[in-house]
């Protein structure tokens, strides 16, 4: 079956591209590992237009609610391995099958970067994690401590201020770079200690994790915090791998122009995955728009 439209991803950006593609009458599909995206892990929105306060669980449910009401045919669980042109077609590849399209919208975003330490791959998913949101609520009244001084960082920091006994946010910058609104709430809380100019440089444990080695910019001696959770939040690699031929930036970002479309006719991207400044949800959400648009536009040529 050849689509008029693939859509890989069902984050702000591709669930919004799959409501305007809806809205076109355009024959489409939806390909997705999850629906949701970065705004599922997300906690405390305050900043998306129309809420003054939603959470990501429930932002992302309105979300979904708005692009099943279109019947959008979806794929879900399914990982996309490889999108290529040749000729006039689209290659979409699976882990599970293989798709025809005219054009394509990658809006596959962004995965958690990871600290690259001894003792990090040992104990993922064993006290170590890179989602407060989902896995937050496990560690009621531990010490835990979360890496990094972003948006990420503070947002689980704010998460775990609700459960954990105490935090240690651990940032390798001088100071903290998130939003100052955040940064003042963080702050705040006695529950909080900042370690500024402290990276990681090995996770320890027995079974489960029970201590992060850190070591303070300028000094040899590194010093052992007993924590029981570690929250890693050092930002995001572009999940761009199964882009074949489409120009990326230096960190492996899909270039696109204002009209969201790639070096490569007929293939579109939008959201995280792309080069465009600014990863926000409101952000991602509106470049899914364009790129529906685009995409409508692009077929009406070829008629």
Aim: include cysteine.
């Amino acid at each position: 079956m050849m689509y008029d439209l693939i859509i890989i991803g069902a984050g702000p950006a591709g669930i919004t591209a799959s409501v305007y593609a809806a809205r076109k009458r355009l024959n489409f599909l939806v390909i997705t590992k999850d629906i949701g995206g970065q705004t599922a892990w997300s906690g405390d929105i305050e900043n998306y237009t129309g809420y003054q306060f939603i959470t990501g669980s429930d932002l992302t449910a309105k979300f979904e609610e708005h692009m099943r009401r279109y019947n959008v045919e979806l794929k879900e669980n399914e990982d996309v391995i490889e999108v290529e042109k040749r000729g006039d077609t689209v290659y979409v590849k699976t882990t599970k099958a293989k798709y025809k399209t005219k054009t394509a919208i990658i809006a596959s975003g962004k995965t958690s970067r990871e600290l690259g330490v001894p003792g990090e791959k040992e104990f993922k998913n064993k006290g170590l994690t890179y989602c407060a949101t989902c896995d937050a609520p496990l560690f009621l009244g531990k010490v835990v401590a979360v890496i990094g001084g972003g948006n990420s960082g503070l947002d689980a920091t704010l998460q775990l201020i609700k459960i954990a006994k105490h935090i240690y946010l651990i940032n390798i910058t001088p100071k903290l770079t998130g939003d100052p609104i955040m940064q003042e709430k963080v702050m705040e809380s006695s529950l909080v200690t900042v370690l500024n100019d402290t990276k990681v440089t090995a996770v320890v444990g027995d079974k489960m994790v029970n201590g992060i080695k850190i070591k303070k910019q300028g000094q040899d001696e590194k010093e052992l915090l007993n924590v029981q959770g570690i929250f890693v939040e050092i930002g995001l690699m572009p999940n761009s791998q199964l882009a074949k031929g489409i120009e990326k930036n230096q960190w492996g970002e899909i270039k696109v122009d204002s009209y969201n479309r790639t070096n490569i006719p007929g293939i579109f991207a939008a959201g995280d995955v792309t080069d465009v400044p600014e990863k926000q949800i409101v952000i991602a959400a509106g470049e899914g728009s364009k790129a529906a648009l685009g995409v409508f536009r692009y077929l009406n040529q070829l008629k």
